[in-house]
């Protein structure tokens, strides 16, 4: 185990740090969170502004991050949330200034952009599963598809090039929206990925069998546009990305697929995560957290720290094994861990 990076024991480093500022959200969307909600985390168990900055000091300067994102929950509903993205902004590690991206559902990203922006964000993605306002509704359990189109828009106004769009398609749902968004985010600039739904929602509702593959669709994106594959490195990044020539219609423009169940990434995976209440989990799928917040609470040196941190992620494991028979869904939701 290096000082000064997060290594593990099949040789990947963590490059990438994913921060969830909260486990709460304004939307429902079915494949992440049932739609009573769920038993929120009390707020003394949640990390402060400063304390998440400290953690975030910590990873970038002693464990060798270079990129944070911050999700959640929604991260938008963090009130500090510009304190801390000014926080991480103002963090020099060995690769520099970290990168700083957020991923939301874009509800009120119209009325905080300016204040993120000049806090030091980078980059944004915004989740959008339907243009159809009906089936929006449906997917989110909220009619709230203005509101995120707004915030797509002023974060594309604000500079933050290219926005990304998260989309998850679910069988029998919103299939019939898979073309329409990529022509929507071609005709935009924005950049879209489609991501397949992993079983990290609402315990027991995940089926393999109803899932929408990437294969899938890729071949419904081919019967409507000319794709080819852009070659080159993929490096840690999860998606797959095609090109789609311009035609009379629309522009050309990249898009992505990411097969996170059928050709999973893991062996080149380099994240961590650190939920809103401190918890260091080496993978989205782990059963093991690491309670940091117990030694940042303890009066625990940045070393300390550094040190608690290098041996969680030690331990991650070779791969997130849903395809193996003994596959357990994690005790928490997608929205409770940080997607
Ligand atoms: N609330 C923010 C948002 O929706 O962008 C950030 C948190 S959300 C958990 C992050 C991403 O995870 C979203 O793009 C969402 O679509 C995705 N996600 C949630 N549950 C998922 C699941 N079961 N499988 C695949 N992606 C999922
Ligand atoms: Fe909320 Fe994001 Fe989960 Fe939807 S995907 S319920 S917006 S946390």
Known sequence: MLLGQLADRYGRVARDLRVSLTDRCNLRCSYCMPAEGLPWLPTEETLTDDEVVRLIRVAVEHGGITRVRFT???????????HIVAGAASLVGSAGRPELALTTNGLGLDRRIGGLVRAGLDRVNVSLD?????????????DRLDDVLAGILAADQAGLRPVKINSVVLRGTNEQDVVPLARFCLERGYELRFIEQMPLGPQGEWRRDDMVTADEVLAMLGGAFTLSPVDGPRGPAPAALWQVAPDTTQPGGRLGVIASVTKPFCGGCDRTRLTADGQIRSCLFSRQETDLRAVLRGGGSDEDLAQAWRLAQWGKPPAHGIDEPGFHQPGRTMS???G
């Open 72 to 82: 959640g929950g929604e991260p938008l509903l963090r009130r500090g949330l510009e």
């Open 130 to 142: 339907s243009l159809d306002r009906a089936r929006y509704a449906q997917l989110a359990r909220r």
């Open 336 to 338: 409770a861990i940080g």
